[in-house]
């Protein structure tokens, strides 16, 4: 398919309550059947940027899981987000993009909040996770992950680049500018979903959620208020571009090392 219709989700999200936060994006998430192919949510969207995760913790086949098995399946859409899940001992800010029927691909946090403790808390992640969707690459990260290029470096020939995010307002011109360096430098398109509203932490979101084009042109920005949007992007006009400008095969030859 050369073309694939994504849908941004910013909203306010409910201090550390699990159950609330599932029962808002039920209600938000009402009416995309059919309309979309992809759905995406902000980081830790079922908690608010929580280090208490040996409260809030899930398995991966507790609530949340669920939740979002039943949403993909109805709306007929991928659905993707992060929350705070306990796997072999250790916690972990895990991105889970769901498919229609059941599968799943995760994605673990590889940038961990220093500033805020994270990395005291969560366990980093080691590998990135490409996803295959109706014939699109998609390559999701979080958050933090925005800063460092390396990381998001268009090695394996993504369209779509996305991130989920709790990015605090006082940071919003590094999230509006990081997003669109993101774009031009891997000539892929780029969703950024963020939240908004405030938190127990007394930390202010504007959000600011984007999609930006491989030229790093912004096709849509929103700041200061709950929304939900639904564009199509359009793969063809970004490999013709890429043809045109074929600056990605001019890129450094490295390995990145984990630790």
């Not at 989700?9 to 192919?37: P, Y």
């Not at 933090?144 to 268009?154: A, H, T």
């Not at 995010?165 to 969703?191: C, D, G, M, T, Y």
């Amino acid at each position: 398919m050369n073309s694939l219709r994504i849908t941004t989700v910013q909203s306010i999200l409910h201090w550390e309550d699990i159950t609330r936060n599932l029962s808002m994006f039920d209600e938000k998430l009402k009416g995309l059947a059919g309309q979309t192919d992809l759905i995406i949510l902000p980081e830790m969207f079922t908690t608010g940027f929580s280090m208490n995760a040996a409260a809030l913790a899930e398995g991966m086949d507790g609530k949340t899981i669920q939740w979002l098995t039943v949403q993909a399946k109805e709306a007929n859409a991928a659905v993707t987000g992060s929350f705070i899940v306990k796997e072999g001992g250790r916690f972990y800010n895990r991105l889970v993009w769901m498919y229609p029927d059941g599968r799943f691909v995760c994605y673990d946090k590889r940038h961990l909040f220093t500033l805020a403790g994270e990395h005291k808390t969560y366990e980093a992640g080691t590998r990135k996770s490409i996803v295959e969707w109706k014939g699109w690459k998609v390559c999701p990260l979080v958050c933090y992950d925005l800063r460092f290029p390396v990381w998001s470096r268009n090695a394996e020939g993504y369209d779509l680049l996305l991130y989920v995010a709790n990015w605090p307002n006082a940071r919003s011109h590094h999230w509006k500018h990081l997003l669109i360096a993101r774009a031009i430098e891997n000539q892929a398109f780029v969703a950024g979903v963020n939240r908004t509203g405030s938190d127990e932490k007394g930390l202010d979101y504007s959000g600011d959620s984007a999609v930006v084009d491989y030229a790093g042109k912004v096709i849509y920005q929103i700041t200061d208020q709950e929304d939900i949007f639904t564009c199509t992007l359009d793969r063809a006009q970004m490999t013709a571009f890429r043809e045109r400008l074929n600056f990605l095969n001019d890129q450094d030859n490295f390995q990145i090392l984990n630790e």
